[in-house]
């Protein structure tokens, strides 16, 4: 049986007993038990059948039946667990998904990161200033941002303050999801000036039009409005990295005979910590979750082979997708050996393009940028060389606002590095403002059409 072999060995702690990544270091070995007990306890934050859907969708775009729009904070924080910033983050989403609708004429699903997205990778374990060495801020769910000793010590109650946050946070998008969200639909409401400034307006007008007539015409015809005739389907997912976290809500369901994660629907591994022989892949295969693996320029065909086989010996549809992150220098040169050497391993995998991971830079005063127009240059090699090789592009992983933050350089309104001080919130990555993620958004559907 498929199930039984690639379950074999497998436990949800099974990875506790080879090379783990990226694990912070708690000092009181006590306390963090006592913490990961009572997260064990705690209700599931999603439910396996919302996962099993969700892993439907994936298939579906695998076969490039729909399309999959993925987004939202590099890291969410604690204290700004607001229902501003969530109804911001719902309805940049939303808007984004109905420009792809209207533009690539099929469904589109939408997945947030966000509701655990606390846990972030670093480069270094330490990080000195003026000669003070402290331990790396690796998120909220381990310890704080500010540069002292008390902040910087990991915190095993932040485990548990994390999750409370998450399912707050899913709590307050489903609420506003099953409300009908109607003034966000709606492009009335939205705020496209920033429009003005762009050489592609007069497009991007039109688009928007034909959006709001389109949603017009069903109105009037059905007499009712278009959110009590489709509900939104809206998913979360976080970086799967702090394997304690993720182990606590790993639950046996009679029902599938399978394990799921249920802090989450799709958690994906990230770049740093997806070697084939360590903690993360151990645990991942386990999971019955749809789930994905960040993929970066050093990924070579014998690795993705060996990786394919580890997460989906069975090559099960919708199971296993490929985030592509491989920056604009290099995509053309790389992409087109992982699409052949996972075709060459006879393994099935949903393509989706990461087009902000590849792209970090610094300023020479020393913030973390991105460039608008290499995160489209990667975005448009990626659809040209996917339908190049008849392969199939299937969505887009973005880190993004609904806030009009100064992070990313360049788009409509030509932000420069000057810019950036002006508005700069993120504690890790520069994500893309309000007018930006809604730019990119409209030159997908142009891409993918192409
Ligand atoms: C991230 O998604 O925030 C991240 C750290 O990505 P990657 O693993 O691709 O570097
Ligand atoms: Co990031």
Redesign the pocket.
């Given at each position: 049986m498929a199930i039984a072999t690639q379950l074999e060995g497998w436990s949800p702690d099974s990875w506790q007993r080879r090379t783990t990544l990226q694990q912070p270091q708690y000092r009181d070995r006590g306390a963090l038990e006592r913490a990961v007990l009572a997260l064990s306890r705690l209700p599931p934050i999603v439910v396996s059948w919302e996962i099993d859907e969700l892993h439907r969708h994936l298939a579906s775009a695998q076969r490039g039946e729909t399309f999959i729009l993925q987004g939202g904070d590099?890291?969410e924080s604690l204290d700004d667990c607001s229902s501003e910033r969530i109804v911001q983050q719902l309805k940049i989403l939303l808007q984004m998904s109905l420009v792809l609708v209207h533009e690539l004429k099929k469904p589109i699903i939408r997945v947030g990161r966000l509701a655990g997205q606390y846990a972030?990778?670093r480069s270094a374990d330490t990080e000195t200033k003026d000669g003070v060495t402290l331990p790396s801020y690796r998120g909220d769910i381990v310890n704080r941002a500010p540069f002292d000793a008390v902040s910087r010590e990991p915190d095993p109650e932040l485990l548990l303050r994390g999750y409370e946050r998450a399912a707050l946070t899913l709590n307050f998008v489903r609420a506003l999801i099953d409300g009908g969200f109607a003034d966000l639909h709606h492009p009335e409401y939205w705020d496209l000036e920033f429009m003005r400034h762009s050489p592609k307006y007069e497009d991007y007008k039109r688009i928007v039009e034909s959006l709001s007539d389109s949603l017009n015409f069903f109105e009037s015809i059905t007499g009712r409005p278009v959110h009590d005739a489709q509900r939104v389907d809206f998913y979360a997912s976080h970086?799967g990295l702090h394997l304690l976290y993720e182990q606590a809500q790993t639950r046996y369901i009679q029902r599938t005979g399978r394990w799921y994660n249920l802090s989450t629907h799709l958690p994906w591994i990230?770049?740093?910590t997806a070697g084939i022989e360590h903690g993360h892949v151990e645990y991942f295969r386990g999971i019955a979750n749809p789930i994905a693996v960040?993929v970066?320029p050093a990924a070579d065909p014998a690795y993705l082979k060996e990786l394919t086989r580890a997460l989906n010996p069975g090559n099960v549809p919708g199971r296993l997708t490929l985030?592509h992150?491989l920056g604009a220098k290099d995509i053309a040169a790389k992409l087109p050996a992982l699409i052949d050497a996972v075709r060459a391993a006879g393994a099935e995998v949903l393509w989706v393009c990461?087009p902000m991971?590849g792209n970090t830079e610094s300023t020479s005063s020393g913030l973390k940028t991105r460039r608008f127009d290499n995160i489209l240059a990667e975005l448009e090699t990626a659809f040209r060389v996917h339908a190049s090789m008849g392969s199939q592009l299937g969505g887009a992983h973005l880190?993004l606002t609904g806030d009009n933050v100064t992070e990313c350089t360049g788009g409509a309104r030509g932000l420069s590095d000057g810019d950036l001080a002006r508005a700069y919130r993120s504690t890790?990555?520069p994500r893309l403002n309000y007018e930006q993620a809604l730019e990119v958004a409209m030159r997908i559907g142009r891409y993918a059409r192409r």
């Open positions: 590099c890291a972030k990778p970086e990230g770049v740093r960040k970066g985030i992150r990461d991971h880190e890790v990555d």
